[in-house]
Nanobody
């Protein structure tokens, strides 16, 4: 299994970025992809996740209305469109894959210890 994030960068407050996560080597039918972020000195937190099988999605409250998670199953890609970015969105963003229930629980609770498949992360910096 391999996950590779891309699309991070530096933007001003109010700007947009689209993060990409390329997934390969995954054979599970009922799996989900989650986006997480970790700011300096803070715990890793769930941002959004999406089910590969039915497209259902979950968002953390700070991202609702600003972030959109989507998939392109033909390309094994998962995207996180982030609009109206704020300085508090500054963090390293990671994608992770696993069984549906595992990922949905991890993104909503922040309990990520059971996740074994992570990407390397991509830095997002939002300046005021």
């Amino acid at each position: 299994l391999r996950l590779v994030e891309s699309g991070g960068g530096s933007v001003q407050s109010g700007g947009s970025l689209r993060l990409s996560c390329e997934v390969s080597g995954f054979t599970l039918e009922n799996y989900a992809i989650g986006w997480f972020r970790q700011a300096p000195g803070k715990e890793r937190e769930g941002v959004a996740c999406i089910s590969r099988s039915d497209g259902s999605a979950w968002y953390h409250d700070p991202g609702k209305g600003r972030f959109t998670i989507s998939t392109d199953n033909t390309k094994n890609m998962v995207y996180l469109q982030m609009n109206s970015l704020k300085p508090e969105d500054t963090a390293v963003y990671f994608c992770a894959a696993g069984y549906h229930d595992l990922i949905f629980r991890a993104t909503s609770t922040g309990e990520t210890s059971a996740i074994r498949s992570w990407g390397q992360g991509t830095q997002v910096t939002v300046s005021s």
